[in-house]
């Protein structure tokens, strides 16, 4: 649900991390220096990682912590934030 209430702020941030694709793929095939290349990737991997976190804190307040959620809906929404965190931290 969070998802669709936050869809256009969402959907831009989105659309900026693949503007921010394109500009490095532009830099390599323009032949940019080596440093310009990774701070580029560097503000991907920001921006992505920002994006990863607004997502998991409306799942958390929406699947797991809101008030009147039963037990094994909370369980499971709580079990499938795990996953996603566990495959963020690799």
Known sequence: MHTK???KP???RVRRIAGQIAAIEKA???EAECAVVLHQVAGVRGAVL???DELIE???HEHVARPGIDDSTRSAAADELMDV???YGK
């Open 28 to 30: 390599l095939e323009d």
């Open 5 to 7: 209430t936050n869809k």
């Open 50 to 52: 920002g994006l990863m």
């Open 85 to 87: 965190i566990r495959r």
């Open 58 to 60: 409306g799942h958390l």
């Open 10 to 12: 969402l959907l831009a």
